[in-house]
């Protein structure tokens, strides 16, 4: 079984410029996560799909960050404008059900590392 | 807001001493997961916890559940430098619908 597939796997940009990150979640689940993490420190959820639906983007900062879940299947994260403080790794899991259940297990793409100078 | 706070944020010690690392919430979890992360990898699961007092061992690493569902701890017993690496809590909060992590422990185990 495929895993969870992010590309780039490395993206070094300026500061104010823009980066796209995508998503293909493991083929029939039916949540996808996004989340930051900074190195070091614990993974913070930037966004929840629900197929194609928003369970939750709270923490999404949207006046620069955006998220679509194309057909509740691919998924992009854009950044625009880049700040220094958005250096981090950008990790995108899936998981069978929609909610974290006992036996619903996530699974994690290895992350798309982003450097912003 | 990070619901799940893990202390120490930092630990460093000798092969063969035992330690415990902390999870704790405000807020009731149906389950809570541990993972553990080492540097350029996603985190792996190591264990799941759904009954509130539920003990489970996985080797040398116990993981307590606590009885209100608020709080979770993993203990590791002779430590060895291969427990290295980030120690991370995580689930979802009683009618949230949303998968949080905790704020990790960063675990160096010298040999």
């Known amino acids: 079984e495929a895993g969870v597939a992010q590309s780039p796997r490395y993206k070094i940009i300026e500061k104010r410029q823009s980066v796209a990150f995508w998503c293909n979640p493991i083929s029939g689940h039916a949540t996808l996560y996004w989340y930051q993490q900074i190195l070091g420190q614990g993974p913070k959820l930037l966004i929840q799909f629900q197929n194609n639906g928003v369970v939750d983007d709270s923490q999404l900062p949207k006046d620069r960050f955006s998220a679509e879940r194309l057909k509740g299947v691919d998924s992009t994260l854009k950044i625009q404008p880049a700040k220094l403080e958005d250096s981090a790794v950008y990790l995108c899991?899936?998981?069978?059900?929609?909610?974290?259940?006992?036996?619903?297990?996530?699974?994690f793409g290895e992350g798309s590392w982003l450097t912003v100078v | 807001t990070q619901l799940l706070e893990q202390s120490p944020q930092f630990l460093s010690i000798q092969e063969g001493e035992n330690l415990t690392v902390y999870c704790n919430s405000s807020s009731v979890f149906s389950s809570l997961q541990w993972y553990r992360q080492e540097p350029g990898e996603g985190p792996v699961l190591l264990v799941t916890?759904?009954?509130?007092?539920e003990v489970k061992k996985l080797k040398r690493l116990t993981f307590q559940f606590g009885d209100a569902r608020k709080d979770s701890s993993l203990h590791i017993t002779a430590a060895q430098p291969g427990d290295t690496g980030l120690y991370l809590c995580?689930?979802?909060?009683?009618?949230?619908?949303?998968?949080?992590f905790g704020t990790g422990t960063r675990l160096k185990v010298l040999a």
């Open positions: 995580a689930g979802e909060a009683s009618g949230t619908y949303k998968y949080i």
């Open positions: 916890v759904v009954t509130g007092g």
């Open positions: 899991a899936s998981s069978p059900r929609w909610t974290a259940l006992s036996g619903n297990t996530i699974y």
